[in-house]
């Protein structure tokens, strides 16, 4: 017998039915699935010989619910954090055949799954350039693209993926009294855990900005690193003299600005359930002296905001790189450029390219993202181009 719940007012209940209370009705499913709120009083069960989802809304459920779900079918069914929601979880929200647990709702928008067995375990993979490293005391394939390639998966299951955007170029004036700004650099984007892939997959490694020599431009912004569904945006370029002297919005960093008050735009920045995202914002460029001379802002890097041109002996320094050990080495990347004033030139973040007052900027570091540093009459630097990973435990 089947409690009759959840219970109504005035229902009178039998002793059958009070010791049957946990034996809520089975809830199963064929295709992707977003749950409701009756779901509290069901066993919500995928049976499907594809890949499914169930997604997880925000405010649909009250503090203290608790809701089950379970995989039946073939196919790996993912529990998915809807818009504004996040899913905690000591195990994996991908879950096998015959796996499944359930979700308590700690808010309106915040669920911690406590996997109950049958989450889906490392998948193998082929592609790029191999190399066996170690991590944490855990062995791992890694396997590098420094251009464009394809990920070919052996045996599906979850990943680990880390991946850089292109840097932006940095800004050219062509004028004595003009500042730019420093390119930003690449977006960074990396995923712990909770990636499944099960399938053949395009791998696209953002270029750099191409540097300029033609008389007052904008620097060209970065390409995007890509893989099925995460992207890594390039970097913005820094601004020109006069033109526009707003830094382009890109990934990790827009450009520093190149003339007055015009600011470096904010990148992309921010965090989800095992997927982080780094970038900040180029600086501004000023006008210090009243008679046009100009001071660049630095580009946006990974692990901090451009500088503000400061006056024309001090331009903008490029965003700070990130430093990350995802290879098992730490590594610096996407460091944002460096900007110019009229006199001088700023350095960029490491990896980013510092600037010039006069002849070529520095370029940002190949495969690392980092953006072009600004020239007042030579080449601006062109951004670094990005890289991606990919690795899974052996």
């Known amino acids: ?84 929601v996040t899913i905690n979880t000591s195990g994996s929200l991908a879950l096998a055949q015959y796996g499944g647990g359930y979700l308590l709702c ?62 932006g170029a940095g800004g050219r004036s062509g004028s004595g009294n003009g500042g730019c700004g420093g390119g930003g650099a690449g977006l960074v984007v990396k995923v712990i855990g909770g990636y499944f892939l099960d399938a053949t997959y395009p791998v696209t490694v953002g270029a750099g900005g191409a540097g300029s020599a033609s008389i007052i431009n904008n620097g060209l912004s970065g390409l995007a690193t890509t893989l099925q569904g995460f992207v890594a945006n390039g970097g913005g370029g820094g601004g020109s003299e006069k033109v526009s002297g707003l830094g382009i919005t890109g ?34 460029g000023v006008t210090a002296d009243g008679s046009g001379n100009r001071s660049g802002g630095g580009g946006g890097g990974a692990g901090g905001v451009g500088t503000a041109g400061g006056n024309i002996a001090n331009a903008g320094l490029g965003g700070g790189a990130l430093a990350d050990s995802f290879t098992s080495s ?47 009459s030579g080449t601006s630097g062109s951004g670094g181009s990005g890289i991606f990973y990919v690795r899974f435990k052996v």
Not at 31 to 53: E, Q, S
Not at 334 to 349: D, F, K, Q
Not at 359 to 374: I, L, Q, V
């Open 106 to 167: 700690l808010s309106a928008s915040t669920f911690t799954f406590f996997n109950l067995g049958g989450g889906v375990s490392y998948g193998t993979a082929t592609g790029g350039s191999s190399s066996s490293i170690t991590v944490g005391g855990i062995n791992y394939t890694l396997l590098t693209f420094t251009s464009d390639g394809t990920l070919t998966v052996t045996k599906a299951g979850l990943f680990d993926v880390f991946m850089v955007g292109g840097g």
């Open 251 to 284: 990934g990790s960093g827009g450009g520093g600005g190149g003339r007055y008050n015009d600011a470096g735009q904010v990148g992309g920045s921010g965090s989800g359930n095992a997927v982080y995202s780094f970038g900040y914002a180029g600086g501004s």
């Open 330 to 376: 730490s590594v610096d990347y996407a460091g944002g450029g460096g900007g110019t004033g009229t006199s001088t030139a700023a350095n960029g973040g490491t990896t980013g390219g510092n600037g010039s007052v006069s002849g070529t900027a520095g370029s940002g570091t190949a495969n690392r993202g980092g953006g072009g540093g600004a020239t007042v």
């Open 1 to 84: 017998m089947t409690t009759p719940f959840p219970f109504v007012s005035g229902a009178v209940l039998t002793a059958q039915q009070l010791n049957d209370i946990q034996n809520l009705p089975i809830s199963d499913k064929t295709a992707d699935y977003v749950l409701v709120v009756g779901d509290v009083t069901k066993r919500t069960i995928m049976n499907a010989a594809g890949a499914t989802t169930i997604t997880v809304d925000d405010s649909i459920f009250t503090v203290g619910d608790v809701i089950q779900v379970a995989n039946k079918g073939a196919g790996v069914c993912t529990i998915t954090a809807g818009a504004g």
